[in-house]
């Protein structure tokens, strides 16, 4: 039987994606549940811990290593086109896939937001319907601009015919006026539920919280 598909997805960048997605591998795994975490595509890879190693870390299955790392900070299909890479999404599809044996659920953390470009032509939602997900689930960060965000990028979606399943909200670094009360303002504006709001925190010790268990709970049904 092959493992549950779950792809994470932004609203942008740089609010907490691979924040979350650790918390949720850490989970997953204390659960007793063999997980495994992949990045396919990575820009902005320098000296410091990319964010696959990170997911590597938090994983209780270790995928045969795979996956296209840029340096340039830059949107993955700019980053390619500047180092001379072509992406190869059907051959990334196909490691994702084949990871799928022997696991209980892989979770795919795709590069940017939703709508980031990964080649001239195909873009990430392009990607995530290829691989066709069990459960997406839509990250956004939980501070002024995310009613926008969010209902921008679940009507889009519509448009592609691609299901988003859930939204988590992420508390920022800096709270401002909105926060903590965004999964409410959002409710009457969209189907898609707002699954919760994750605080800040190590891996570790947010695994554990509750927020975490609200989001394992929908991944496994």
Same mark, same amino acid.
Request: charged residues 20%; neutral net charge.
């Given at each position: 039987?092959?493992?549950? @598909? ?48 990170? @997911? ?21 299909? *700019?980053?390619? *086109?500047?180092?001379? #890479? ?7 599809? &196909? ?8 696991? +209980?659920?892989?979770? #795919? ?9 990964? $080649? ?5 939602? +392009?990607? &995530?319907?290829?691989? &066709? ?6 990250? &956004?960060?939980?501070? @002024? ?21 859930? #939204?988590?909200?992420?508390?920022? +670094? ?25 605080? *800040? ?9 509750? $927020?975490?268990?609200?989001? #394992?709970?929908?991944? *496994?049904?």
């Amino acid at each position: 039987m092959k493992a549950r @598909l779950v792809v994470l997805a932004g609203t942008g960048t740089e609010i907490g994606k691979t924040h979350l997605a650790e918390a949720l591998l850490l989970a997953m795994g204390d659960a007793g549940l063999r997980v495994a975490g992949l990045k396919p595509v990575e820009s902005g890879v320098g000296t410091g811990e990319s964010d696959r190693a990170r @997911l590597s870390r938090a994983s209780t299955f270790q995928a045969q290593p795979f996956g296209v790392a840029l340096k340039a900070p830059v949107s993955p299909h *700019r980053a390619a *086109r500047e180092e001379g #890479v072509a992406l190869p999404l059907e051959a990334l599809a &196909a490691g994702i896939e084949a990871t799928r044996s022997g696991t +209980d659920f892989v979770l #795919v953390e795709l590069a940017g937001g939703l709508f980031t470009p990964l $080649s001239e032509v195909a873009l990430n939602v +392009d990607f &995530a319907r290829r691989l &066709a997900p069990d459960f997406l689930l839509l990250v &956004a960060p939980d501070r @002024l601009g995310v009613l926008h965000d969010v209902l921008a990028t679940t009507r889009a979606a519509v448009a592609t015919a691609l299901r988003i399943d859930g #939204v988590a909200l992420v508390e920022p +670094d800096h709270r401002d006026a909105s926060t903590g009360t965004n999964a409410a303002e959002l409710a009457p504006f969209t189907p898609v539920p707002v699954l919760t709001t994750v605080p *800040r925190g190590g891996p570790s010790a947010l695994a554990r919280h509750p $927020s975490i268990a609200v989001i #394992v709970a929908a991944l *496994r049904r």
